[in-house]
């Protein structure tokens, strides 16, 4: 919400949606853009089948970042390890 109380929209745009193998599970990428009272950010966000399971991971950074973020998020994905 604004400084009023008035609650504040969240405009979110799916650029793309990939599936792939991480982590030698079933998995998603999500790319999408968010506005938000007057400010844009990119997500990358991955779900990642465990089972019955499901995880999200999510990066996110301002919109002229995401050539210069994607090869350090491919990277930084790989050396999670799932834990239950």
């Known amino acids: 919400s604004d400084v009023n109380g008035t609650p504040m929209a969240m405009l979110v745009t799916v650029n793309q949606t990939k599936k792939i193998r991480l982590l030698e599970r079933e998995a998603r990428r999500l ?5 938000y009272a ?3 950010i990119t997500c990358l966000i991955y779900f990642i089948k465990d089972g019955a399971d499901v995880w999200e991971i999510s990066y ?5 970042e995401y050539p210069d973020m994607l ?5 930084s994905i790989h050396t999670f390890s799932l834990v239950k």
């Not at 790319?31 to 506005?35: H, I, L």
């Open 31 to 35: 790319t999408c853009s968010q506005q």
């Open 38 to 40: 007057g400010h844009e």
């Open 60 to 64: 996110s950074f301002k919109p002229d």
């Open 71 to 75: 090869p350090i998020v491919e990277q």
